[in-house]
């Protein structure tokens, strides 16, 4: 049984910080891309940031040069670093995996869902 446990969402003021992680169960966490999504009221749910087992990552336009994912495949824990963190950026953060990896040539890649969300943690930024 596949379980992601997100934790670490709460409020932050504009220009703060925050990390979120996300912990894995019933999968082998090594060998498994993983994603970070979010879902804003009244919007649909969007990538954020994702990373594959060999620490290729790809983030969202919206958040290139202000979040960080990582993970510690001995906890089986994904991370999510939010730096410099806007009023947008206010939204429930999902965590999703194992994603599908396709590899295109020159390195880059896209990353397709699994079925398995976490519960969401919630992130809101004041102004």
Known sequence: QVQLVESGGGTVQADGNLRLSCTASGITFRVSAMGWYRQAPGKERELVATITSGWRTNYSESVKGRFTISRDDDKNTV???????????T???????PGEINSYPGGGYSYTASRYWGQGTQVTVSS
């Open 91 to 97: 939204a429930v953060y999902y965590c999703n995996g």
């Open 79 to 89: 991370f999510l670093d939010m730096s410099k963190v806007k009023p947008e950026d």
